[in-house]
């Protein structure tokens, strides 16, 4: 057996080792492959000057030069005990104030508060969302943990014990945001071993996976709870990644390669397909792990390196093609998507790039929408000074590349992948309201942990109190950040503070105010701003049916009907548009009978029950369309044909009250006698 040393020393020493290591190889059976490197208590016949030379050798080198690692030792495994400990502890204190959040109306009302599947969890929410896609999204691994979770947080509480009387759940949020904690606390302790497996001592690397965990622009992915699946994505992708950089390169201990355990191999790949299955947008894994391993064995010929890791990363990437290709077939695409043409895609995503380093060095105003859709940012011209930073950096990049200095361009690449699928070469649903979004940046904060980690290992004092001031600064910053996740009212709001130009942020106020409303101010306040979403996208459907439901309520039904109809024209085939609507024309039916319009009354009663039936076949999971039909039967004195419809909204939606109230009455009326007809003479 062969001791193989990587090194980089003069040649005689170098030369004079190596044959010196090379004799006494084939004759010690203390160099045979194992856990631990040869050293002087399992050598005992090497004499002092072999390890004079070694301990030469070592220094000349540098620990990043020279794969010969100390064995580990009692101190070093304590260090690593006490990095983890002070990693969790950090993330809790930081991130604390997520416990006290509740869902908000971005996503998680229709992903879990109130989704029929979820009210109550169980099996058939598994089979469900196994065979079906929802929200243009088919990622059936993270619906299988919300609803593992869902099950601890269900509280079957009666009806009329919840909420709005519209707006009734039965899941508590607390454990969705513990959820998203503790998948953050283990995806930093993997980030931790992937900064070790670069030849990171334990506490500049515990810096680095501080950086990544505590940075400002982690807090949407925590506090968003529909973020789960881009933190379960990136936990599982970078598990993967781990198992494979320690497949692919030598055992940490060791001097000599190792042939990879099939084993390691198999975990790996699973780990990386049911990423895939928790959010597609992870298929550049294997490209990231091709960079790190490059890095891992920088040492090494990068042809030696390519030669031993295109098998794994051929197959990575062909099940990310297979993953991108199904994707496209059993998730729809968003019709309200205006991507761009194809030459000024890279445009885009230039302008998309300069954000992100932006939003890094200067994590203030941070928000969950930012108002940066592709049309936006051509017509703005804005792209021409974000630009110029990643421009730059590519341009620097290249030259420390051609100098020989692989860190810094694998560093680069590693946080160019992270965010490759959602730079807006590719269109995605998020464009319509922005291309950058911060929960897009989770993994390229890797790379993020990587240079902090790089500064913490330069043992100066100065640099070691810069960055641990840093890290404290970012984590207070985060902390404060998890006030703005709070509930509907506070993520809005703070984003109208930053500036008076997100129709999504005006929409959810209009739609909360609406549901909320106690007094006539409140809707005021609802109408104000739904008029204001749909100043700002005039194109936007629920803008106008949150300002139809406000009108509605204010007696101003001929308005609301109007708002109504412009909505439906926008999404003809939308499933709130269409309950909306037929809401509305039952609505206007009663003030026409009001005013002694019965036959004008009864054609706006039918074309309720029109479009109500349209959007109960279109949408039979849909309980609003489902009550919105019922009750227009009840209107026009159908209560026999309202009791299946209701039915079928009770059985969405068990607790929702109106839905309840509905069927008592259809109950009711069924009871009364019916009026007897007259014999025709």
């Known amino acids: 057996m062969v001791a193989h040393l990587r090194i980089r020393a003069p040649t005689h020493l170098r030369l004079c080792t190596f044959m010196h290591l090379q004799v006494r190889a084939f004759t010690h059976p203390a160099y045979a492959l194992g856990p631990s490197p040869p050293n002087a208590s399992t050598l005992p016949g090497i004499d002092d000057n072999l390890h004079r030379n070694l301990g030469k050798l070592h220094r000349m080198a540098g620990p990043n030069d020279l794969n010969l690692h100390a064995p580990p030792t009692t101190e070093d495994a304590s260090s690593l005990r006490s990095a983890r400990f002070v990693i969790i502890i950090a993330i809790l204190i930081t991130y604390a104030g997520l416990l006290s959040a509740d869902f908000t109306s971005w996503d998680d009302y229709n992903t879990l508060a109130r989704n029929p599947q979820f009210n109550p969890p169980g099996l058939h929410t598994l089979i469900h969302y196994a065979t079906h896609e929802h929200m243009n999204l088919y990622v059936p691994v993270t619906y299988a943990v919300w609803t593992a979770v869902a099950l601890l947080a269900h509280n079957p509480a009666p009806a009329g014990a919840l909420g709005p009387a519209d707006a009734s759940t039965t899941l508590a949020a607390m454990p969705f945001h513990a959820a998203n904690i503790l998948l953050h606390i283990l995806t930093s302790l993997i980030v931790l071993h992937v900064l070790q497996r670069l030849r990171f001592r334990v506490w500049p690397a515990c810096f680095g996976t501080l950086a990544f965990a505590l940075h400002p622009v982690q807090v949407e ?111 729809p695409q968003s019709s309200f998507v205006d991507a761009p043409a194809i030459p000024l895609r890279p445009v885009v995503a230039l302008d998309t790039l300069g954000f992100y380093l932006h939003k890094i060095v200067w994590p203030v105003d941070l928000t969950f929408d930012y108002s940066r859709p592709p049309r936006a940012v051509i017509e703005s011209r804005a792209y021409f000074m974000t630009s110029i930073a990643p421009l730059l950096i590519l341009l620097l990049v290249i030259v420390l590349a051609r100098r020989g200095l692989r860190q810094p361009a694998c560093l680069a690449a590693v946080a160019l992948l992270g965010v490759l699928p959602v730079l807006g070469l590719i269109s995605f649903d998020m464009q319509q309201y922005s291309t950058p979004a911060d929960h897009y940046l989770y993994p390229s904060l890797l790379a993020l ?35 703005v996740w709070q509930n509907s009212i506070t993520l809005y709001e703070h984003r109208l503070a930053i500036d008076d130009q997100s129709w999504p942020a005006h929409q959810g106020l209009a739609a909360h105010f609406v549901e909320n409303a106690k007094t006539p101010d409140d809707l005021e306040r609802a109408l104000h701003h739904a008029e204001r979403a749909t100043e700002i996208n005039p194109n936007f459907a629920l803008g106008f049916i949150s300002k139809s439901n406000a009108l509605r309520r204010l007696g101003r039904t001929d308005e609301a009907l109007r708002a109504g109809q412009q909505a439906s024209q926008l999404e003809p085939d939308d499933p709130a548009t269409l309950a909306n609507l037929t809401a509305l024309l039952a609505d206007h039916a009663r003030n026409l009978d009001a005013t002694g319009h019965t036959e004008d009354a009864a054609q706006y009663r039918l074309e309720a029950i029109r479009i109500g039936q349209r959007a109960a076949k279109l949408f039979p999971d849909d309980p609003d369309a489902q009550l919105n039909l019922g009750l227009a039967f009840l209107d026009a004195d159908r209560p026999e044909e309202a009791v299946a419809p209701l039915d079928r909204a009770i059985h969405l939606r068990p607790t929702h009250i109106p839905s309840l109230k509905a069927r008592a009455a259809a109950e009711e009326a069924r009871r009364q006698p019916t009026p007897a007809t007259p014999p025709t003479p």
């Open 221 to 331: 992915s925590l506090g968003w709870i529909s973020g789960l699946k881009d933190l379960l994505a990136w936990t599982l992708a970078l598990a993967s990644i781990a198992l494979a950089l320690r497949a692919s390169s030598a055992r940490p201990g060791s001097i000599v390669s190792v042939p990879a355990d099939r084993r390691v191999w198999f975990g790996s790949a699973l780990l990386f397909v049911l990423a895939l299955l928790a959010k597609p947008s992870v298929v550049v894994a294997p490209l990231v792990f091709l960079v790190l391993l490059i890095a891992v064995r920088n040492t090494d010929p990068l042809i030696s390196v390519l030669r031993s890791a295109w098998k794994p990363v051929v197959i990575g990437l062909f099940i990310s093609a297979l993953a991108v290709v199904g994707s496209r077939f059993v998730q």
């Open 449 to 483: 942990g990587w240079l902090i980690a790089f500064f913490a290992a330069r043992s100066k004092p100065a640099l070691t109190i810069a960055t641990s001031l840093l890290l404290i600064l970012w984590a207070v910053m985060s902390s404060r950040q998890t006030d």
